[in-house]
Antibody, heavy 121, light 106 residues
Framework: EVQLVQSGAETKKPGESLKISCRASGFSFTEYWIAWVRQMPGKGLEWMGIIYPGDSDTRYSPSFQGQVTVSADKSINTAYLQWSSLKASDTAMYYC??????????????WGQGTLVTVSS | IRLTQSPSSLSASVGDRVTITCQASQDITDYLNWYQQKPGQVPKLLIYTASNLEAGVPSRFSGSGYGTDFTLTISSLQPEDIATYYCQQHDILPITFGQGTRLDIK
């Protein structure tokens, strides 16, 4: 069974750093891309970026380029999303998701449960 | 690529046929997917590549379209279909989503 299990909810202050995780199981982690999707409170879905853990090839949406870093550790089947300096506007639910069939450009058929990040002073 | 869904919200009765449209700002052939997100839940893939039903999704859901205009249809609305529905294109990066259509039961 394909599973993406994300790390727990986080509450941080503006300016702090944060790294959240997405642990994969049930498929070959190095042969599938992993995407990150943001959902701000009461709002829609926004695609942030994507990584191929096999060679760490990473692409970002222009809206998120330079604002976050996507990475992966294939030795422990885990993808990461990190911030170096959080802002209140980073408050959101963050999902990792896997595109179908091992393709970069495909429907997202498996999703993590989400990690709620709250940034408040 | 910008995706525009309509309507933004709608109310319908159980048993109604419901149609949600998604218009792309440029030709995306059939690289269009539909998701359902129930309140407090994770998005779920319903339809991929415009018209393919994801495994386990009830057959009352269907998708159609090509190029710039796409449709998600629920043939007979059920109470458990209360959700927000999103279209998403995967023709080119960055992948983009429509703004969502909120569906309520009348």
């Amino acid at each position: 069974e394909v599973q993406l299990v994300q790390s727990g909810a986080e509450t941080k202050k503006p300016g702090e750093s944060l790294k959240i995780s997405c642990r994969a199981s049930g498929f070959s982690f190095t042969e599938y891309w992993i995407a990150w999707v943001r959902q701000m409170p009461g709002k829609g879905l926004e695609w942030m970026g994507i990584i191929y853990p096999g060679d760490s090839d990473t692409r970002y949406s222009p809206s998120f380029q330079g604002q976050v870093t996507v990475s992966a550790d294939k030795s422990i089947n885990t993808a990461y999303l990190q911030w170096s300096s959080l802002k209140a506007s980073d408050t959101a639910m963050y999902y990792c998701a896997r595109p179908k069939g091992g393709y970069q450009l495909a429907a997202l058929d498996s999703w993590g449960q989400g990690t709620l990040v709250t940034v408040s002073s | 690529i910008r995706l525009t869904q309509s309507p933004s919200s709608l109310s319908a009765s159980v048993g109604d046929r419901v149609t949600i449209t998604c218009q792309a700002s440029q030709d995306i052939t059939d690289y269009l997917n539909w998701y359902q997100q129930k309140p407090g839940q994770v998005p779920k893939l319903l339809i991929y590549t415009a018209s393919n039903l994801e495994a386990g999704v009830p057959s009352r859901f269907s998708g159609s379209g090509y190029g710039t205009d796409f449709t998600l249809t629920i043939s007979s609305l059920q109470p458990e279909d209360i959700a927000t529905y999103y279209c998403q294109q995967h023709d080119i990066l960055p992948i983009t989503f429509g703004q969502g259509t909120r569906l309520d039961i009348k």
